[in-house]
Nanobody, 120 residues
Framework: QVQLVESGGGLVQAGGSLRLSCAAS????????MGWYRQGPGKQRELVAT???????NYADSVKGRFTISRDNARNTVSMQMNSLKPEDSAIYYC??????????????WGQGTQVTVSS
């Protein structure tokens, strides 16, 4: 039973920056990956960035060099600094936590999403 709450979305001009944060609460297992996904209008939800408990990161090619994901394991939070924002970054950003099970599977938890709008 995990709850995720995002914050930090907003409106920014192209080239600007935003920082998204997500706080997880509940029964969080030690083995988990946290990350951010986004979904623009009429588009599929896509992975933006993930980070493991050990700090290993993975980024979508479209955001490499511009976005930086980080986490605080003690506080069960994940943040993402987004720099050099582009209009195509506009989307609802969802916080995700993958709780890995003993079996070859995991369970996904999702936040409600926070809107990021980048104006040109």
């Amino acid at each position: 039973q995990v709850q995720l709450v995002e914050s930090g979305g907003g409106l920014v001009q192209a080239g600007g920056s935003l920082r998204l944060s997500c706080a997880a609460s509940g029964s969080i297992g030690r083995a988990n990956t946290m990350g951010w996904y986004r979904q623009g209008p009429g588009k599929q939800r896509e992975l933006v960035a993930t980070i493991t408990g050990a700090g290993s990161t993975n980024y979508a090619d479209s955001v490499k060099g511009r976005f930086t994901i980080s986490r605080d394991n003690a506080r069960n939070t994940v943040s993402m600094q987004m720099n050099s924002l582009k209009p195509e970054d506009s989307a609802i950003y969802y916080c995700n936590l993958k709780g890995y099970l003993i079996t070859d599977s995991w369970v996904d938890y999702w936040g409600q999403g926070t809107q990021v709008t980048v104006s040109s």
